[in-house]
């Protein structure tokens, strides 16, 4: 089995305060609308040849999206996925060639072996969808600082107001995914100037609401549970950070220019 190395990278913000109260550091957390695997299996991003892969993607969703796969028509799943109807003059063209090719491929799925065989047997370990950092891809006109703050705010409703990025080191999580891509995040760590920030969902912020279903605050023991213990990289991420606050002085530590390259 081939694997594509070319690396998809990311730039995100690690957001913290420490909680006067419980004495730690709680870090922000969003949980995906939609499981990472549930959303490549209706995207068509696995080999129909490869029974492992398959299995190892439906081993990782919930039971909620597998019966989605198994009760919902395609057209029904493509357009909850993407929140929006077919039928809309807004869905782009290359939208809907993705919508045949995915049709395609999921149809020829539910003919093999190993999806009839998943469906009698499946078990499901995950209530929700992932946790994790919030984070995205760079435009072609942004810095990675630039697009770390932008993905941010998207994800979270939290604008650069309310926070400082240290200067400190990055935090990078690399990892090859159950899709077998390559996958790079670059994390700034960033402190809370406050501990009162108002966490929600914005219905009318499209970017936020198609990609995120809940936004938290944890403690370093509890983002341990939150995040999928196959994570490691991620649980990683988390553990570092945690032990570089600890073990640093941050209050000495200057805001992020955020007009450096």
Known sequence: MSKNYKKKVSYGILLYYFDDNLKQN???????????EYVQIIRGNYNLTCEKDIKNMFSRITKTEFNNLKTLTFKQLWEKLWMKSLEDDTFRIEFKKNYEKSLNKFQQLKNTTIYKTICKNFKFKYDESEWGIPKGRKNSDETDIDCAIREFSEETNIN????IILNSNQFIEEYIGSDNKTYKHIYYLAKSKTKNI????????????????????????????KIR???????????DANNYILNSNLNNFKPYNINLN
Do not use: A, G, H, P
Request: charged share 35%; with cysteine.
């Open 26 to 36: 709680k870090f922000l957390l969003v949980r995906r609308k939609d499981s990472i």
């Open 229 to 239: 213990d196959y994570s490691k990289e991620k649980l990683k991420i988390i553990e």
């Open 198 to 225: 108002d966490l929600k969902l914005d219905l009318n912020n499209r970017s936020q609401v198609t990609e995120i279903s809940s936004i938290d605050f944890f403690t370093y023991s509890e983002c341990l549970k």
């Open 160 to 163: 650069d107001n309310y926070y």
